[in-house]
Nanobody
Framework: QVQLVESGGGLVQAGGSLRLSCAAS????????MGWFRQAPGKEREFVAA????????YYAVSVLGRFTISRDNAKNTVYLQMNSLKPEDTAVYYC???????????????WGQGTQVTVSS
């Protein structure tokens, strides 16, 4: 079982940038595709981005395409989410998870971390 811990969230002005990190425990991190999701108050958890276990392919939600970049470093057991040109509507708790590459449904992902809060002010 992989355990995940997210970090890097915070308060930023619109147009700013943040880099989220997700550190994984265990030796099998490189065996898993990884995803980032987010959940705003009163809304369902939504897909943001995902990456293959080798890091050679990625896909994104339309709402973040061109602004966010997912990457991973298997030597460090860490997956990242670089977020640029942030908008107030990006405000949410961001979660990483292991899961099935190709899916955008949170039900196909698991081992959720505790999340990290991202707040974008206008």
């Amino acid at each position: 079982q992989v355990q995940l811990v997210e970090s890097g969230g915070g308060l930023v002005q619109a147009g700013g940038s943040l880099r989220l990190s997700c550190a994984a425990s265990g030796r099998t991190f490189s065996s898993y595709a990884m995803g980032w999701f987010r959940q705003a108050p009163g809304k369902e958890r939504e897909f943001v981005a995902a990456i293959t276990r080798r890091g050679d392919s990625t896909y994104y939600a339309v709402s973040v395409l061109g602004r966010f970049t997912i990457s991973r470093d298997n030597a460090k057991n860490t997956v990242y989410l670089q977020m640029n040109s942030l908008k107030p509507e990006d405000t949410a708790v961001y979660y990483c998870a292991v899961g099935r590459y190709g899916s955008t449904s949170w039900t196909d992902f698991g081992s959720w971390g505790q999340g990290t809060q991202v707040t974008v002010s206008s």
